[in-house]
């Protein structure tokens, strides 16, 4: 892990390993001592940058969102040209994710089951990404059968998303997908 983390800060260092070892292994899994180990840091330089273990899932969860956000336009973008039909493109992309090797889920997802709202200001990064979300969502299916109807499509994501998860097999869930995205286009 520390060849990929050469050039960068401390707090970098840190956020990119605490990134890495949340989202593969759990929130509550990953303590600090092994994020200082990984990341090469010191214990004081830790606490400079993340005073407690909660800064630093607040940091990771908002730098998920970036990561996840830039992404998701992208591929989005890709597929889209490819087929520009909404099913098509949204069923690529996540077939896309749910292939990759790192697939666990999504990380807002798996926060909101590891702390069930025990941290109160966890919940409004959650928001904002499932908003933005939607409104990326709504912004690609401008002029197709499934315009207006993006929280629909978004909860039908989050469900494919975790059958995928669960099911440690991506295909029923996309099959499923479709025939709800099918459904709301009728």
């Known amino acids: 892990m520390k ?3 050469i050039g960068l800060t ?20 990953t303590g600090i001592d092994r994020i200082i180990k990984e990341s090469g840091v010191t214990k004081v330089t830790f606490y400079r940058h993340y ?4 800064e630093l899932i607040r940091a990771y ?38 292939g990759s090797q790192i697939f666990r889920g999504c990380a807002f997802i798996n926060a ?3 702390f069930d709202g025990e941290l109160p200001a966890l919940v409004d990064i959650i928001k904002h990404h499932k908003a933005d979300m939607a409104d990326a ?8 059968r499934l315009e207006g109807l993006e929280m629909a499509v978004a909860m039908a994501i989050d469900g494919a998303i ?9 295909e029923p869930a996309l099959e499923t997908l479709r025939e709800i995205l099918r459904a709301l286009q009728k």
């Open 162 to 170: 975790v059958r995928a998860q669960i099911e440690k097999n991506p």
């Open 51 to 54: 005073p407690s273990k909660n």
């Open 112 to 114: 909101v089951a590891e």
């Open 61 to 98: 969860l908002e730098y998920r969102h970036a990561y996840w956000m830039h992404w998701f336009v992208d591929a989005v973008d890709r597929h889209k040209r490819i087929n520009a039909d909404p099913i098509s493109f949204i069923v690529r992309v996540l077939a896309e994710w749910f």
């Open 10 to 29: 401390a707090r970098e260092k840190i956020l990119l390993t605490a990134h890495d070892l949340f989202y593969r292994e759990g929130i509550r899994a």
């Open 137 to 144: 969502l709504a912004l690609q299916l401008l002029s197709t």
């Open 3 to 5: 060849s990929k983390n």
